[in-house]
Nanobody, 121 residues
């Protein structure tokens, strides 16, 4: 059984910052890419940022220069530091991980339940 649990969402004023955290737990053997996605009301889920096991990063254009993704491989954690937030960043933010387990060495994508981020103007 694998769980991804996000935390750190909330309400913030435009221009403010938030730091999201995601903890992956369970019978995890190894994790490849981890990432953050978001879904605003009435819109499709979209990529925010991803990070490889070696620390290589990829950002959506909307996140470049404002958001920073990082991870702690020892604790199976991934973080998203979000600065200069604006109302367009309001969404449910989901953590994802491409991992395999001791029970099955086949890699699969796992998702957290999401954390709400609301940016007021």
């Amino acid at each position: 059984q694998v769980q991804l649990v996000e935390s750190g969402g909330g309400l913030v004023q435009a221009g403010g910052s938030l730091r999201l955290s995601c903890a992956a737990s369970g019978s995890i053997f190894s994790i490849r890419d981890m990432g953050w996605f978001r879904q605003a009301p009435g819109k499709q889920r979209e990529l925010v940022a991803t990070i490889t096991s070696n620390g290589g990063t990829n950002y959506a254009d909307s996140a470049k220069g404002r958001f920073t993704i990082s991870r702690d491989n020892a604790s199976n954690m991934v973080y998203l530091q979000m600065n200069s937030l604006n109302p367009e960043d309001t969404a449910v933010y989901y953590c994802s991980a491409n991992l395999n387990t001791y029970g099955s060495r086949r890699y699969g994508n796992y998702w957290g339940q999401g954390t709400q981020v609301t940016v007021s103007s």
